[in-house]
């Protein structure tokens, strides 16, 4: 088949399917994961380690290139730049400081001569997964130079004792199934992986009995890609847009925008289903054994469904959604900011990073104020609700958690989606006309939070705590 019918056959099955023929290539190259990991486990599993690095290599690279042409070759110059690093300054923090520099610079860069004012499907989706890994192993061969009693219990795991060579970087970093939309997994996951101690009990270099929990995964990442589908026949990002939207009924636009909410996270979840069910294929995911003796597969998983679908507070969502990259922030960014001595702080400083990670759209930075400031408000309701023993006791009655469950899950279901506007719309003129849309709920909610309403809850129950004194 020439080059120009196959992407003949992409553009008409991309128009059928309504997506783009970027979106497609970048689909097609999740489910290549899964012959792929067929392949490995019957030909190269257990096999010599080099040979496994360049299987992983080349296949990643080459549907790297199908995705993005000659432009995948950044990904590969920036990896030989920290190897050389490594290689120069050894573990020594010099290093973890040029790694970080250097990719994040990087990345903004190919940000600014790449961006358009839509979702960009290029050379830096990629990249910026690749930002993190390569951050990751500068920190993790640092922490694999300094006494142990120092690190903290999840740098002990990925901690690494000797420096990575160059093509076991190459097979880690373009892992077919990890490098173009995640899941995220630190060196030391791979190169225990590749040296077969996830293999079959009893045996040292036969692949896993794992391949029903992958396809139940890849099951589920089908369903969602349905459901993502079926969402899209009702609201989509331009229908917010619309004076048709703007002039509905109040309840119908709060539900309108959960279900838009539900619409956008679900094309990232599909996304991470199917691509967490084909490591699980390859073995890569094995994650010790339950207390019944079975082995589990959750070791790269991005999405904790069953708290996902039944969140009753923001908090549940972190704990929930993109496992892997906020795991990654914590134990790389928060966690290493403790020496500042305010929580806060350190929050704020990870979010901006994740701003920063994204890009230059003032929507990313938006949306993650709204993150910071929802956090914020729900913790501080939580301490005034904890501090007053009429209030803690009224919301832990039976008789008013049935309707709280229920207020709480509307809440968070309508909510995430207004704190997702301006992540998925990225312009100002576009988010804002959204927000006005949806009548400004989010910030006449949880911005006007610390400006009026807590400090006025706060007066009055002091004051009604100074009378019963």
């Not at 199908?66 to 110059?77: K, L, R």
């Not at 959750?298 to 969140?311: S, W």
């Not at 929802?374 to 209030?391: A, C, G, P, Q, T």
């Not at 009655?397 to 506007?421: A, D, E």
Request: aromatic content about 18%; charged content about 15%.
């Amino acid at each position: 088949m020439s080059v120009e019918n196959s992407s003949g056959i992409l553009v008409t099955l991309s128009d059928l399917i309504g997506v783009t023929e970027a979106a497609l290539k970048l689909l097609l190259t999740v489910l290549a994961g899964y012959p792929l990991a067929f392949v490995h486990r019957k030909y190269l599993y257990g096999k010599d380690e080099n040979l496994q690095h360049l299987f992983f290599t080349f296949s990643g690279l080459l549907l790297g290139y199908w995705n993005y042409g000659v432009d995948i070759f950044h990904c590969v110059f920036t990896i030989f730049f920290t190897y050389c690093t490594l290689l120069i300054l050894k573990g020594a923090a010099v290093s973890v400081a040029v790694t970080f520099i250097f990719n994040l610079s990087y990345l903004l860069i190919g940000y600014y001569y790449n961006s358009t004012d839509d979702y960009d499907i290029n050379w830096t989706m990629p990249y910026c997964i690749l930002v993190l890994r390569l951050i990751g192993i500068a920190y993790d061969f640092y922490d694999g130079h300094q006494p142990l009693e120092k690190l903290s219990a999840d740098s002990k795991k990925v901690a690494l004792d000797r420096r990575p060579g160059f093509l076991e970087m190459l097979g880690h970093c373009f892992f077919p199934s990890g490098f173009l939309v995640g899941p995220q997994f630190p060196l030391k996951r791979y190169r225990d992986f590749v040296s077969g101690k996830f293999s079959r009990k009893g045996t040292s270099d036969q692949p896993p009995d794992c391949v029903h929990a992958a396809i139940m995964r890849f099951a589920l990442g089908v369903f969602y890609i349905v459901v993502f589908q079926i969402l899209k026949l009702f609201v989509t990002d331009e229908y917010l847009l619309t004076d048709e939207f703007g002039s509905s009924n109040f309840l119908r636009r709060m539900l309108l925008l959960g279900m838009w909410g539900r619409h956008t996270l679900y094309k990232y979840i599909s996304c991470w289903l199917l691509s967490e069910g084909a490591c699980i294929l390859f073995g890569l995911a094995y994650n010790g054994d339950d207390e019944n003796g079975s082995p589990k597969w959750d070791g790269v998983e991005n999405i904790k469904l069953t708290i996902f679908e039944n969140t009753t507070e923001f908090n549940h969502y972190i704990k929930s959604f993109n496992l892997n990259t906020n795991q990654w922030v914590a134990q790389y960014v928060y966690k290493r900011l403790k020496f500042l001595g305010n929580r806060y702080v350190s929050q704020f400083a990870a979010l901006l990073f994740l701003a920063v990670w994204h890009g230059y759209h003032t929507g990313y930075y938006v949306c993650f104020f709204f993150e910071f400031i929802v956090m914020y408000m729900e913790r501080d309701i939580k301490s005034i609700v904890k501090s007053n023993e009429k209030l803690s006791n009224f919301f832990s009655s039976s008789t008013v958690q049935l309707p709280l469950q229920i207020l709480l899950r509307v809440y968070t279901f309508v909510f995430m989606g207004w704190c997702l506007l301006p992540f998925a719309l990225l312009n100002f003129e576009r988010y804002w006309k959204a927000f006005g849309n949806a009548s400004y709920v989010g910030i006449m909610l949880f911005v006007m939070w610390p400006l009026l309403y807590a400090p006025i809850l706060k007066y009055f129950l002091k004051k009604k705590r100074g009378k019963a004194e």
